[in-house]
């Protein structure tokens, strides 16, 4: 029997429910067929001379179907918000959180940290929520680019801030472990929306608040 899981299609979908400030939001689910995941893995590995049949690497077509469909995938979650009860007004600024994705050129891992910041409207939002964005679009094939853009996109829709900020800083494997070699590189990307975008104090804030503080500062 195929054994199958879900894979993030390229949108996530947010269904309508009878409480609009704890909106569930749901990859479009696309099947995974772990068993043909690791059978081409192993015509992969041997195509490319590697010992599939010794000991060591025995298991290695699974664990690699296994690792691929687990980086790839995300969970649900509910985006909850809150009324604005005390009309806070400035910057809220989540720093640090944890980016694990794909680059969907040579499928190798880029790692690093999302600094994501947004000036509340009508409702603030639930701080996990954020690192749960993150998570969310990570987990597919990617460009650091779009997935920048897609979580600032995500944010400005669904919680209408004032104002929305993204930077994500990454390594990429694909171009510190193999062409260049070019390791220790960081590419720094951001998305900045609304009165982040267009007042300059705003947005000098916001960056200055992201500036440096991923990979212990650089201050």
């Known amino acids: ?32 067929d772990l068993v043909a995941a ?32 687990e980086m790839l995938t995300s969970d649900s979650f509910d985006f909850t918000t809150f009324p604005n009860a005390e009309r806070y007004d400035e910057l809220v600024v989540v720093e640090d959180i944890p980016v694990r994705s794909v680059c969907e050129h040579h499928m190798l891992p880029f790692t690093g940290v999302a600094h994501l910041g947004y000036l509340p409207a009508d409702r603030i939002l639930g701080l996990s ?7 969310l679009y990570a987990h597919r094939a990617q460009t650091q680019e779009r997935l920048t853009q897609q979580i600032a996109e995500h944010l400005d829709r669904h919680l209408t801030p004032r104002g929305v900020g993204v930077v994500i800083e990454a390594e990429h494997t694909c171009m510190s472990l193999r062409g260049v ?26 960056l200055s608040l992201t500036r440096g503080s991923g990979r212990g500062g650089r201050r």
């Open 181 to 206: 070699r070019a390791a220790g590189t960081r590419t720094v990307t951001s998305a900045l929306l609304g009165t982040l975008r267009t007042d300059p104090s705003s947005r000098a804030e916001f």
């Open 1 to 32: 029997m195929t054994e199958q899981r879900t894979l993030d299609a390229p949108a996530p979908s947010v269904t309508a429910t009878v409480l609009p400030w704890r909106s569930p939001v749901t990859p479009a689910a696309a099947p995974i």
């Open 129 to 135: 929520k954020l690192a749960r964005l993150v998570e």
């Open 38 to 69: 690791e059978k081409a893995a192993a015509d992969l590995l041997r195509a490319l001379g590697q010992p599939i049949g010794s000991d060591g690497m025995a298991e290695t077509p699974r664990r690699m179907a296994h690792a691929y469909a």
